[in-house]
Nanobody, 128 residues
Framework: QVQLVESGGGLVQAGGSLRLSCAAS????????MGWFRQAPGLAREFVAA????????YNTDSVKGRFTISGNNARNTVFLQMNSLKPEDTAVYYC?????????????????????WGQGTQVTVSS
């Protein structure tokens, strides 16, 4: 059984940076796309960024424009999220997810239902 394991979260001051990682463990795993979502206390989970391995990247531009960068490895089983210029409103649990069974449209990667596999999340706290 495949699991996605996030790491790299923590406490950082506003203006600082963090790099989140998400790696698949278990049986050999590859995907068509992977993404990051986040959920702040009391709020719904929201899309952050996604990468389609042959189709490019997409971001929640309103929230993270110019500050976050998503990338991944050639094996298509690990994804990173470089977060710069962090703000207190970035505080949330960050989840990674993967689409292993089919190739979705890039525009569809902002929707949770597209993803089949999810990680347990990693906490990011940004202090003011």
């Amino acid at each position: 059984q495949v699991q996605l394991v996030e790491s790299g979260g923590g406490l950082v001051q506003a203006g600082g940076s963090l790099r989140l990682s998400c790696a698949a463990s278990g049986r050999t795993f590859s995907s068509y796309a992977m993404g990051w979502f986040r959920q702040a206390p009391g709020l719904a989970r929201e899309f952050v960024a996604a990468i389609h391995w042959t189709g490019g990247t997409t971001y929640n531009t309103d929230s993270v424009k110019g500050r976050f960068t998503i990338s991944g490895n050639n094996a298509r089983n690990t994804v990173f999220l470089q977060m710069n210029s962090l703000k207190p409103e970035d505080t949330a649990v960050y989840y990674c997810a993967a689409v292993p069974k089919y190739s979705p449209a890039l525009a569809a990667l902002k929707y949770e239902h597209v993803y089949d596999v999810w990680g347990q999340g990693t906490q990011v706290t940004v202090s003011s």
